[in-house]
């Protein structure tokens, strides 16, 4: 009718903004090289524990180090655990602060595709796991639930280097949020014992560590003794001391104090996020990967005997099924109650080939694993069906992503030219 404007059809991974796209861009570089260390660090720990010196690898877990006096002299394989992975959740719960408060997804129809694909991702696989597993391995619920970014980005390196940047974007928020979801998982119901006192006591130095942050200081040497007091009083409390890690991140401002005349400019959130995002993704997960992944396979015959159990058969079957169906299923269900299609250029193929990318889950499932059963017999079997599940997702998301090769090859050749005109940003928002 005359006077009415055309009504928009919503779309389903359109362009980032430019400015956004650099930085989603930067960030999966470092990613990715994360996560090619990573996997050396993970193959070097299965070979020497298969190796005739395997003794000498769990020797090496278990020397202790630390202050007793402060009830802190944990072995190798705890500090990776416990304190490494806490730069790491430090660092994701940064990156989606900032997300939401100055990037894409503090619009809300696109922040509402890869949260609801990470909910479903978690919710689905667990389901899975206890409909194959139950009874007395329910413990490992949560073991399929979580996407390794770091591992995912490495693969999507190799097999997607024309990938479209919403496609990418898509999977590394998917990540971050997921990761988010898993630590509180872990602080819910992987906590045996809680004790309140230092729980409250660490409340002081998180508030201290903020007010220092919100006055805008970035000396070390002022903010590492509240955020080590945070992290050491959390980890005295049976909580997991990764919470702290994002407990810390989220008092981080993302955006700076505007002076009078001046323009809002990026705060401590991004200068954080530089600077330790390379410790994160180029120490501490290899580390962590490095003293979780070695477990002894038992011969040809052991990974056949091990992946036959109930536990491994339940992780399995969640990351390989329940992840794909999960994350496809919640970003159909969005696309169907907001009447959004696709963007020009992709189908849902596309999307089906990141949903079983995001059954690589190895970093947080280890992790998770090793609350939920501990060292032991079970140890080997969730440690193999984590590998095993997480290589076989790597290997079916390459031969799907490959097969749309062209495409993204036509869609990068788009993009890039758009990328030569000055009106960048004009042609990267999009209502």
């Not at 779309?11 to 430019?18: K, M, P």
Request: glycine share 10%; charged share 15%; hydrophobic share 55%.
């Amino acid at each position: 009718m005359p006077g009415t404007s055309p009504t928009r059809v919503p779309r389903l991974f359109s362009r980032s903004t430019w400015p956004e796209a650099r930085r989603i861009a930067d960030i999966l570089r470092k990613e990715t090289i994360g996560g090619a260390l990573l996997l050396a660090a993970a193959l070097t720990a299965l070979i020497w524990a298969n190796s005739p010196w395997a003794q000498t690898y769990q020797d090496l877990r278990a020397i202790e180090a630390g202050p007793a006096a402060l009830h802190l002299n944990l072995d190798l394989a705890t500090w990776a655990a416990d304190g490494l992975l806490a730069i790491f959740f430090f660092v994701a719960g940064l990156e989606l602060k900032r997300e939401f408060v100055a990037g894409d997804l503090r619009d809300l129809r696109r922040a509402v595709v890869p949260v609801a694909a990470a909910a479903g991702g978690v919710v689905v696989p667990a389901l899975v796991y206890l409909a194959v597993a139950g009874g007395t391995a329910a413990r490992g619920w949560a073991i399929p639930t979580a996407t390794d970014i770091a591992f995912a980005l490495a693969v999507l390196a190799v097999i997607g280097r024309s990938l479209p940047d919403a496609l990418r974007t898509f999977l590394l928020t998917l990540a971050v949020v997921d990761d988010l979801i898993a630590i509180v998982i872990i602080a819910t119901f992987y906590t045996s014992h809680l004790s309140v006192l230092p729980l409250l006591a660490a409340v002081v130095p998180l508030a201290i560590f903020a007010v220092l942050v919100r006055r805008g200081v970035r000396a070390w040497w002022l903010l590492l003794p509240p955020a080590f007091a945070c992290w050491a009083l959390v980890h005295a409390s049976g909580v997991h001391a990764t919470v702290a890690g994002v407990l810390l991140a989220l008092t981080v401002p993302v955006l700076s104090r505007t002076p009078p005349g001046g323009t809002e400019g990026p705060g401590l959130a991004e200068h954080f996020e530089h600077r330790f995002r390379p410790l994160s993704a180029g120490v501490a997960v290899p580390v962590f990967a490095f003293f979780s992944a070695g477990v002894g396979l038992g011969g040809l015959g052991g990974p056949a005997g091990a992946l036959s159990d109930p536990v491994a058969m339940g992780i399995v079957a969640g990351l390989l099924v329940g992840k794909p169906v999960g994350i496809l299923a919640a970003t159909w269900l969005v696309a169907r109650f907001t009447r959004a299609t696709l963007d020009e250029g992709l189908a849902w193929i596309d999307m089906a080939g990141l949903a079983v990318l995001g059954g690589i889950g190895f970093t947080v499932s280890l992790l998770i694993g090793e609350l939920a059963f501990g060292t032991g017999e079970a140890d080997a079997r969730f440690k193999i069906a984590v590998l095993a599940g997480s290589l076989t997702a790597a290997l079916l998301a390459t031969v799907i992503l490959r097969l749309r090769a062209r495409v993204y090859r036509r869609i990068h050749r788009s993009e890039t030219a758009d990328s030569d005109h000055d009106g960048i940003p004009d042609l990267y928002q999009r209502p």
